[in-house]
Nanobody, 123 residues
Framework: QVQLVESGGGLVQAGGSLRLSCAAS????????MGWFRQAPGKEREFVAS???????YYADSVKGRFTISRDNAKNTVYLQMNTLKPEDTAVYYC????WGLGSPDRTTYDYWGQGTQVTVSS
């Protein structure tokens, strides 16, 4: 069982930055592909970024060049650095984990989810 706890959300003006963190329990964090997803009101949960155990990263087109996903295996933590934020980035952001995963953008492949953290970008 893996428990994921997100933090770092908040209210920021358009053009600003936030860094989200996701702390994972368990001793084999390195074996998990980690993903960030987001869900805006009335919309489906969508892929944002992922990182495999080997460090390969993947991004949704909407965030490419603005967001950066990284992981610190010693701290069992994955990060999402979000720069040049836009009002359309407003959503609840969720961290997810998939053991030996390939960093898929398909949310159904992830086994564990955090509770989410709210990100609000004002115009």
């Amino acid at each position: 069982q893996v428990q994921l706890v997100e933090s770092g959300g908040g209210l920021v003006q358009a053009g600003g930055s936030l860094r989200l963190s996701c702390a994972a329990s368990g001793r084999i964090f390195i074996s998990y592909a980690m993903g960030w997803f987001r869900q805006a009101p009335g919309k489906e949960r969508e892929f944002v970024a992922s990182i495999r155990s080997n460090g390969n990263t993947y991004y949704a087109d909407s965030v490419k060049g603005r967001f950066t996903i990284s992981r610190d295996n010693a701290k069992n933590t994955v990060y999402l650095q979000m720069n040049t934020l836009k009002p359309e980035d407003t959503a609840v952001y969720y961290c997810a984990a998939h053991q030996w995963g390939l960093g898929s953008p398909d949310r159904t492949t992830y086994d564990y989810w955090g509770q989410g953290t709210q990100v609000t970008v004002s115009s």
